[in-house]
């Protein structure tokens, strides 16, 4: 008779590898399930996402791997296929996002994933698919319109400048914003990106700030009653500068740098809040309550119109793209059918 023989289960993934020179290749391999880390709730993926974080896990130098061999994908969306947990069943859709996830933590690049229960979030109306649209870019971008909207900010306030506005998080920042009626003045270096930007909301789209010819002083001409701030250094300390009183600025991106080449006479002599925005160690209970939000009716209106599509096998040249700025909106990653 026979022994019965464990059939392992074939998983198409794309995993990064360091080599002994410091690069990083990313590649696509077929894995089993005890390449997967342990979890309560297994996962078909069906889709992830590319961020900016998920180019620094495949570049040399990058600082968030913690190790390789590792599957990167921050997004992971999918349905659960098998669970231990009281909270999630078979069937139902998923998304995961933060923690460890895609950095230390294998991610949504393959086509099985596996995490504790507590890393998930259910959608019971979201797809998986307009889940991953939105992803952590967006999740992001609605933690940063909530934070304006919790610090008071009100559309009779004035504009609110969104900068690096083509971006993932600043392209759903316009969205939100304007759909809440909002006076948006997105701003941007892709001059073919104006349109894009009124599309989606922006009363006024300007090139990137500070301009060539602006000098960041202590104190600007108080301009802005907020700003979503996705680039950092100079854009931010010139932002800061131009704020008007009681303004708001919610950041969470370095695109452009991590330094602040800022003063405190903004926050002083005006009292402008700076608030930063974390979705990596966002309590599960609060990363779940935004969720329902979105899920409930509080999605981007033009989510379409700038989200694309693009195979798993085809993420590798996608992230080369993010690092040198070449990325507009959101790009979706086909995962499961992907390879």
């Known amino acids: 008779m026979a022994a019965n023989v464990a059939v392992m289960t074939a ?26 880390p342990d979890g309560d709730v297994e996962i078909r993926v069906e889709y992830s996402g590319v961020n900016y974080k998920d180019a620094l896990a495949v570049t040399p130098r990058g600082g968030v791997a913690r190790s390789y061999p590792l599957i990167p994908g921050i997004d992971v969306a999918g349905t659960v296929t098998a669970s231990t947990s009281s909270e999630f069943a078979v069937g139902d859709t998923v ?5 460890d996830i895609g950095t230390g933590r294998h991610g949504g690049y393959a086509q099985v994933a596996r995490y504790p229960a507590e890393f998930l979030v259910r959608l019971p ?47 759903v920042s316009v969205d ?58 100079k854009t931010l ?10 303004g708001v600025a919610a950041i969470s991106g370095l695109a452009g740098s991590a330094d602040l080449p800022a003063t405190v006479l903004p926050f002083i002599l005006r009292g402008v809040t700076l608030v930063g925005i974390d ?14 939000q979105i899920d409930s009716g509080w999605r981007p209106t033009h989510l379409d119109r700038v989200t694309r599509d693009v195979s798993a096998r085809e993420v590798a ?10 990325v507009t909106g959101r790009t979706r990653v086909i995962v499961h059918d992907g390879f």
Request: net charge negative; charged share 20%.
């Open 11 to 36: 998983i198409n993934a794309m995993v990064a590898h360091s080599d002994a020179e410091g690069g990083i290749e990313l590649r696509h391999e077929v894995v089993d399930e005890t390449f997967l």
């Open 95 to 99: 998304i995961a996002h933060g923690q």
């Open 125 to 171: 109306t979201l797809s998986a698919a307009e889940a991953a649209a939105i992803g952590t870019a967006g999740f992001t971008a609605a933690m940063s319109v909530n934070a304006l909207r919790a610090h008071g900010i009100t559309p009779s306030d004035g504009p609110v400048l969104v900068t690096g506005a083509t971006g993932g998080v600043g392209s």
């Open 176 to 233: 939100l914003l304007a759909g809440l009626g909002y006076e948006v003045v997105a701003s941007t270096g892709k001059a073919q990106a104006h349109d894009l930007l009124r599309d989606l909301g922006a009363a006024e789209v300007i090139d990137r700030v500070p301009g060539p010819e602006d000098k960041v002083r202590p104190l600007g001409k108080a301009r802005w009653a907020a700003v979503v701030d996705c680039v950092g250094g």
């Open 237 to 246: 300390a010139y932002a800061l500068s131009t704020m008007k009183y009681s």
């Open 279 to 292: 979705s990596v160690l966002l309590p599960i209970g609060q990363r779940r309550e935004l969720w329902a």
């Open 317 to 326: 040249d996608v992230l080369k793209s993010i690092i040198g700025g070449g």
